[in-house]
């Protein structure tokens, strides 16, 4: 009897997003993975960064979940000797939610008693936005991992020429970096008066800005792509801008932002924000049986007093803990707590972000030296915080000072001290800059057998996925390895 599904029908990532990720492991005899991947589940933001490089590139297995938490990859292997069936290449085409069933492309009658749902999103085409001709070999977009070999493709057969990047968010800052790494010659173009739009300030984005474009990239700012210019054979020789302007292009990268992949639960479930609505144990309301987790859950932050739906690994990595939590240890799962986490790394340069970036800003720091970052207070207390060129010590605190929102009386003064307020609030236990889960799921029997006593848990206090192995030391090993790799990571 099949107890536990993960259904990641749509958009091939988002089982990256939910399951077996980080330093949780949950390993059910009676357990089915369904998910469209041709491979087992990867994290995704090496494709965006060490997957593009043009020397020693990040490649599977390298980056298979759980590589951000630096545990053991979860490779077919993994999942075969942990009994958890873990099918490929197959699509989930219907869910009925009331008589817990789902239907897969072959025809299967899938029957579960818990389904969470990890199906993320999927990246939005410029044809959303009227402009066809998106599908030439030469436009890439950037979201799973086909994507990513592609674009490597065709960046290496355009060596030297002209790349335009529609899009100055995440995946436009990312890969126009790659771009140039690779020799190619850049322009970006988005609507914004500024990269980054999403999170950056002005003063921000034009530290990014400025160094791009040392560089050698050119922003085209205020301004969005309306049409393609073909030559004979269908590949893009031009992008049209609203104001006229031609841009020569011999590779188009399109980051246009995404849409999470809700249509299978449509009419079934609450969405919020472009989400599924769940609680703070990331459960839907209206179907206590169903779980959702990642880019596609929309759940309440409890700093901000709001529900919010969060594109990013961190809140993938934690809702899916927290959901396994509520699901293994329902008596001994509090509320989901996050701490909104972002960060980025683009060439040299290396920045995170917590909180919210709302209310009134103040910058401090270096800007010149590449040492700077900013707050963010709103009602009188601090809400965001985000520095630039950080170590593991400066980032712990600011995240630590944004969890504790102190009060702010005086921005000035906040801005004279920047960094030595967030000290203030640092915690002696430099481990991870962000609160360990709520709570520690007991370890108990392992693989094979059946049902519910088939379970496996490891959270990172207790460290018992090791711990059954008999491993301890190797895991503080590689949790000093992690500590010293983190600046030099690649993904
Ligand atoms: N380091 C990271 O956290 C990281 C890295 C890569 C990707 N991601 C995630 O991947 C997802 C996709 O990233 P993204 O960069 O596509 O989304 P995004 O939302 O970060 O940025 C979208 C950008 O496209 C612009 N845009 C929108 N419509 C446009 C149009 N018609 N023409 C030109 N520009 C237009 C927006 O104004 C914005 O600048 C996001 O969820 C992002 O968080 C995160
Ligand atoms: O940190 C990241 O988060 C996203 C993705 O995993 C969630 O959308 C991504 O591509 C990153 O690099």
């Known amino acids: 009897m099949q107890d536990l599904h993960v ?3 749509l958009g091939p990532f988002c089982f990256s997003f939910g399951f077996g990720f980080h330093s949780w492991h949950l390993c059910l005899s009676s357990m089915r993975i369904f998910n469209m991947l041709q491979v087992p589940p990867y994290e995704r933001p090496a494709l965006s960064k060490g997957f593009l490089l043009p020397e020693a590139p990040a490649r599977l297995p ?35 939610v009331r008589r817990k069933t789902l239907i897969t492309a072959m025809g299967e009658t899938i029957s579960y008693k818990i389904l969470i749902i990890a199906t993320g999103a999927r990246a939005l085409k410029l044809e959303e936005f009227g402009v066809e001709g998106s599908n030439a070999e030469n436009v890439c977009y950037l979201r799973d991992l086909n994507d990513a070999t592609r674009l490597v493709e065709v960046m290496q057969s355009r060596m030297g020429g002209n790349a335009v990047v529609i899009g100055g968010g995440y995946i ?4 126009a970096a790659s771009l140039v790494i690779n020799g190619l010659k850049v322009t970006m173009v988005f609507p914004e008066a500024h990269c980054m739009a999403r999170l950056f300030t002005p003063k921000i984005a034009e530290f990014y800005e400025s160094y ?10 205020g301004n969005v792509l309306t049409s393609f210019e073909n030559d004979s054979e269908g590949k893009v020789k031009g992008v049209i801008l609203k104001d006229g302007t031609r841009l ?20 079934q479930l609450t969405l919020e924000k472009g989400g599924i609505k769940v609680n703070a144990r990331m459960q839907t309301p209206s179907n206590a049986s169903v779980y959702a987790i990642g880019d596609v859950a929309t759940f309440p932050v409890k700093l901000f007093g709001s529900n919010r ?29 996050y701490l909104p986490f972002f960060y980025s790394r683009v060439f040299a340069l290396s920045w995170q ?22 707050y963010w207070v709103d009602n009188g207390r601090l809400v965001g915080s985000f520095y630039e060129g950080g170590n593991r010590e400066e980032y712990a605190a600011i995240a630590e000072a944004t969890r504790v929102r102190p009060e702010v009386v005086d921005l000035d003064e906040l801005g004279r001290l920047g960094l030595e307020f967030a000290f203030r609030f640092a915690r002696k236990d430099l481990e991870d800059p962000l609160p360990p889960p709520e709570v ?3 370890v108990t029997a392992s693989q094979g057998g059946d049902t519910s006593s088939s379970i496996v848990v490891a959270g990172r206090p207790v460290y018992g996925w090791h711990a059954s192995a008999g491993v301890l030391v190797a895991a503080s090993i590689a949790g000093l390895a992690y500590w010293y790799g983190w600046r030099r990571r690649r993904w």
């Open 309 to 337: 739906r969060l594109e990013h690994v961190d809140s993938a990595r934690r809702s899916s803990r927290h959901a396994v939590s509520a699901i293994l240890s329902p008596d001994k799962t509090g509320e989901f707590d």
């Open 212 to 221: 791009y474009e040392a560089k050698g990239v050119r922003f085209v700012k």
């Open 62 to 96: 390298s980056f298979h979940t759980c590589v951000g938490a630096n545990e053991e990859r979860l490779t077919l292997k993994w999942y075969k000797e942990h009994g958890i069936e873990l099918v490929l290449n197959t699509r989930v085409k219907s869910a009925d």
């Open 172 to 175: 436009g800052m990312e890969c």
């Open 7 to 9: 259904s990641c029908s």
């Open 248 to 267: 020569p292009a011999d590779l188009v990268v399109v980051g246009i932002g995404i849409r999470p992949n809700t249509e299978l639960f449509g009419g």
């Open 440 to 442: 520690v799921v007991p």
């Open 353 to 374: 972000f917590y909180g919210d970036n709302v209310g009134e800003v103040v910058h401090f720091g270096d800007f010149a030296g590449g040492r700077f970052g900013a």
